[in-house]
């Protein structure tokens, strides 16, 4: 990083103590207010009975893992587990592998029909989900698609391609077109470059399309529990919801559930978060 | 190759033939009981299908609250249960739409099995028509189980339940000198309101003593005058929801409870308590009635084979045979509807299901006509107007009897479809013309390979994309000019529309018209994606400083909102803007300062809601933002700060416009995705106070489920919402382009 830190707003020299120590003071400010309302849901899951937690104290006076229990010993709990990591793991890759074609071609090339292309992926999120219900119903139960994850899939996919396709194409437009220019003089075909050179540089944003693509099937129940006719194929949403009844909601166990069910969003993103601070520029820094 | 794949998957199912009900095969049933409830009906089924009968039974548990739109879109295709169990409230729209299947009671084990009342609400005539105009009611349903309210005390604070209103408010005065609510119930619901309601001599749909009914009659003005007078003498705590209710209840701090038996699993262990009939109205000795409803055993509709139907049949005779009945009943703690199932001892000596079958005998059986659906809404508004302290009983009384008749929209008349046929037949045609025209230019440019090359390269999105959402959002374009009553759809022209822009039966700046609810939709998507890319932004430049220890730490700890569910999340947001114990005000209290009322005035509301949702977004634009920071080559800094510029200076002539390619996408999108986002304001306000918090969709979304399914006005609604946010991004995405040739 060449001696310069931005940091300092100087030429050369160490940061001042204050400048290394206010960016902490924030971030853990912002810290506690993401974490301070989850210590409900937290103190909710660990305590017995099925009230949510109204007092103002954050943290279990009684201790108890008996709704963590509840929900991993529950019939079927691991099938629909299994189930839901297939269906968002799907809809990540769907979602990655279709936009970044897409996204390229938008990103370099300039053919005809290009502007209505791009605006039609926009258009597609456009319209209220709330009278689409049955017709997407008669479509998939036409198409053979009802009763099967991949339905669930190919619909998670309308959400979670339109955003990856503008978001990838947004960041390929950063990317300098010179390196594929090098690349086409050498010989290369354009399937080649967009490989071997534009997808290594877009790994930032290849890292936030696949947590944006597997948040979009992770935690939706409505469609899943309205598709699916076969408990075999729910997903956990499914199930977590099964605990909110018409007048009374079982808030331990959904506690606990939401928990369990936020676990695997966390290791993802832990997982990806090396790609998000790495790329175009990641030669000497180190995040 | 994948392209080839899913097309010839595609085209392979448009051809696969519609299921057909087969003759043999599992029966199926569906429910959405759970613990207890869950285990008896399972066992009740298993014993079914070892009995002499013998037939194989699936059983499908599903979320209560994906259960109806589920049964609503499966059963005309035929891909619904044969038997599923559900409350009879839609008794009146389901046996006119065709969803159910009209009962021979003796099939079913006689009507003499059940409790007359509980056979009440099953009951409906079908629509009339000329071969037969009057016709009789018939039964739609088996009655499993009913469900009321009753009094719940805790016994360590109270020695004798209250028998009359005086009697409970001269106790009332007792208990809140010692510091302690005398009543906790969710005062702010009709549903729980209803037994003061009827207890005050309050009809719906009867014209009572003085010929009145509805919300306008004198027994609904003196019930909402007692409900104002406990809330006035603090006898109720304020903003009560299910969760205070049990926590007041089991911490001490309230002596009764008004609820159903579902809040047997809330009441902790250790606390004493027991059940009695609610109070007898001391100002008309009448008895407070609440709403009896029935969970019911139903037959599909759909075309099936009798042999099938037989089989149905003789599945809901068994569940709703006496012994299974006591099965549920001592198993699952359900009352069950079967009248010699309550010679079993052991239902007799629960104490529980004693209290509730004592106050049975003083119900009102909730009606199953499908103007009932048209009640909740102007009842809670009513009670929650006079619990902000906003009216008196008879000002709710005008407000609820004012949204009754704004929400019962009458049929708009038939109109002839041709004018429209023409019209929609000429645009096709000019689209058609339009596209071969553009494919002539391309042609006659010579761009046609070019054109060939990108189509190749965005087909396998674009086709994956388009299919599920064109065809979806056409049929749902088209429903706009239709008028939907009990599953037959009148071609009404443009008559929805008219009545949303003509604003309806609202003032054009009131809540609920399409203009209000449009500036609150407008600000409510400027003021959250504002929040979510400022705080986004600020927490990813801080972040991405190359020299800030432990940011793996930090970077996980903050997407922790986008990661847990919202709608626990959302909940738990809105018991922190408490009135009384949410933690905000606690906060506010700590440094001197009053505590706020949030959820009775608009700004304050708007806050709560924004707050949450803010909250709730800004880890995905800090993630994003995140990605987007890595695309700035590091040595535009370095020549930045060898030319002296300022951190702000950096920001704003190097990261901010570089940043822009990567951000414009998702601010567009989250404008789309918050503009359509009403489920936040739904769980924290709820419109409060008097819906003027709502945004656009959330009367989309009342009219299509909750105000008599009216699924026209609701895409009338959904295709308005379009057409704004078509007009907007097409100007939008000009606009970026003229800019800074961003597309």
Not at chain 2, 546 to 569: D, F, M, Q
Request: one cysteine or more; charged letters at 15%.
């Amino acid at each position: 990083m060449g001696g310069v830190s931005q940091d300092t707003g100087g030429l050369g020299g160490k940061p001042s103590w204050w400048a290394q120590t206010w960016p902490h003071l924030i971030l853990i400010l912002a810290s506690i207010v993401a974490l301070y309302p989850i210590l409900w849901v937290v103190k909710t899951a660990l305590s017995p009975g099925q009230a949510l937690s109204a007092d103002p104290n954050p943290f279990p006076t009684d201790v108890t893992w008996e709704h963590f229990a509840a929900i991993t010993g529950a019939e079927g709990f691991w099938t629909q587990a299994k189930n839901s990591l297939i269906v968002s793991g799907a809809t990540m890759f769907v979602g990655v592998f279709f936009s970044t074609t897409a996204a390229y071609a938008f990103s370099r090339f300039r053919f005809p029909g290009r502007q209505v292309a791009l605006t039609g992926f926009l258009l597609t999120q456009i319209f209220p989900g709330v009278v689409m219900m049955i017709p997407l119903y008669i479509l998939l139960d036409v198409a053979g698609l009802l009763d099967s994850l991949l339905g669930l899939v190919l619909v998670y996919s309308t959400t979670a391609i339109p955003f990856s396709t503008w978001m990838l194409k947004g960041y390929f437009d950063t990317i300098p077109k010179e390196l594929e220019e090098a690349a086409l003089i050498d010989g290369a075909d354009r399937w080649t470059i967009f490989y071997r050179v534009v997808l290594p540089l877009a790994k930032p944003a290849l890292a936030v399309t696949a947590l944006f693509s597997f948040m979009t099937a992770w935690n939706e129940f409505i469609l899943a529990a309205t598709f699916m006719n076969d408990a075999e194929l729910f997903t956990l949403p499914v199930a977590l919801q099964r605990f909110v009844g018409e007048h009374q909601t079982e808030w331990g166990k959904f506690a606990a559930g939401a928990i369990l069910t936020s676990i695997p969003v966390m290791a993802l993103f832990y997982a990806l978060q090396k790609h998000l601070v790495g790329g175009l520029t990641a030669g000497g820094v180190k995040g | 190759m994948t392209r080839v794949l899913l097309l010839l998957a595609l085209v392979v199912g448009v051809w696969a033939p519609e299921a057909q009900a087969e003759t043999d095969g599992p029966l199926v049933l569906w429910h959405s009981y759970r613990g207890a409830e869950e285990a008896a009906l399972k066992a009740s089924v298993a014993a079914f299908i070892e009995s002499a009968d013998g037939t194989p039974v699936e059983v499908l548990a599903i979320p209560n609250e994906a259960l109806a739109s589920k049964l609503q879109s499966a059963i005309p295709r035929g891909n619904g249960p044969d038997v599923f169990i559900f409350a009879h409230e839609r008794v009146g729209g389901w046996s006119a739409s065709g969803h159910i299947r009209a009962l021979n009671p003796e099939a079913i084990g006689g009507e003499d099995r059940f409790f007359a009342e509980t056979l009440a609400s099953l009951r409906a005539a079908r629509p009339a028509s000329d071969a037969v105009p009057d016709p009789a009611p018939e039964l739609w349903g088996a009655p499993l189980n009913f469900k009321s309210t009753a009094l719940f005390y805790r016994t360590d604070l109270i020695e004798t339940p209250p028998a009359t209103t005086d009697e409970l408010l001269a106790l009332g005065a007792e208990l809140k000198a010692r510091d302690i609510y005398p009543l906790a119930y969710m005062a702010q619901s009709f549903y729980f309101h209803a037994a003061w309601y009827f207890g005050y001599g309050g009809t719906l749909f009867e014209p009572d003593a003085q010929g009145q009914q509805g919300f306008a009659g004198q027994g609904a003005i003196a019930s909402f005058d007692f409900v104002a007078e406990l809330q006035r003498q603090a006898f109720v705590p304020e903003e009560v929801t299910g969760a205070l209710v049990a926590s007041l209840f089991n911490n001490k701090k309230a002596a009764m409870v008004i609820n159903g038996p579902w809040f047997l699993g809330e009441i902790a262990d250790g606390v004493p308590w027991a059940i009695a009939p609610l109070p007898t109205v001391s100002a008309t000795g009448l008895p407070a009635r609440p709403f009896l409803t029935i969970e019911a055993a139903f037959i599909s509709g759909y075309e099936s084979p009798p042999e099938r139907v037989a089989r149905s049949e003789s599945l809901v005779r068994w569940l709703t045979s006496p012994a299974e009945a006591i099965r549920r009943g001592r198993d699952g703690r359900q009352l069950v509807a079967t009248q010699d199932a309550w010679l079993d001892e052991g239902l007799n000596n629960d104490k529980v299901l004693a209290a509730f079958l004592a106050q049975r005998a003083t119900t009102k059986p909730m009606d199953s006509r499908p103007e009932m659906r048209l009640v909740w809404e102007p009842g809670d508004l009513a009670l929650r107007k006079l619990l902000r302290g906003d009216t008196d009983g008879a000002g709710a009384s005008v407000a609820a009897a004012r949204r009754h008749s704004a929400i019962s929209r009458p049929q708009p008349a038939e109109s002839s479809p041709l004018p429209f046929i023409i019209l929609a037949a000429g645009l096709l045609l000019g689209l058609i013309a339009l596209i071969f025209r553009g494919i002539v230019a391309v042609r006659r440019r010579g761009e046609g390979k070019l054109a060939l090359m990108g189509w190749r390269w965005i087909a396998p999105a674009m086709v994956t994309t388009t299919i599920l959402v064109v065809v979806p959002f056409v049929v749902g374009l088209v429903l706009a000019f239709f008028a939907h009553k009990d599953g037959d759809w009148t071609f009404v022209g443009l008559a929805h529309f008219g009545d949303i822009l003509s604003a309806g039966d609202y003032d054009v700046f009131e809540p609920l018209s399409f203009y209000y609810a449009l500036l609150i939709t407008v600000l409510w998507t400027a003021v959250n994606v504002a929040l979510h890319v400022a705080i986004g932004l600020f927490l990813a430049i801080l972040l991405n400083r190359p020299l800030l220890r432990l940011k793996p730490v930090y970077r996980v700890l903050l997407i922790l909102p986008w990661a847990v569910p919202n709608y626990i999340t959302a909940l738990i947001w809105k018991g922190m803007f408490h009135k009384q114990y949410g933690a905000i005000n606690g906060m506010l209290e700590g440094l001197g300062l009053d505590g706020i009322s949030w959820f009775s005035n608009t700004g304050t509301a708007f806050f709560a809601n924004v707050c949450t949702n803010a909250w709730l977004g800004f880890p995905f634009m800090m993630v994003v933002c995140l990605g987007a920071l890595q695309s700035i080559p590091k040595d535009l800094y370095q020549a930045a700060a060898v030319d002296g510029a300022s951190g702000w200076q950096r920001f704003r002539h190097v990261t901010l416009p570089l940043l822009r390619p990567a951000l414009v996408p998702a601010v567009l999108l989250g404008i789309v995705w918050t503009f359509n986002q009403f489920n936040i304001v739904y769980l924290v306000s709820a419109g409060e106070p008097d819906n003027s918090t709502d945004i656009l969709i959330s009367e989309a979304y009342r009219w299509a489920f909750a105000r008599q399914d009216q699924f026209g006005y609701a895409a009338a609604y959904a295709a308005l919402i379009f057409v704004l946010l078509l007009g907007w991004s097409v100007i939008s995405v000009r606009a970026a382009k003229r800019a800074e040739e961003v597309l």
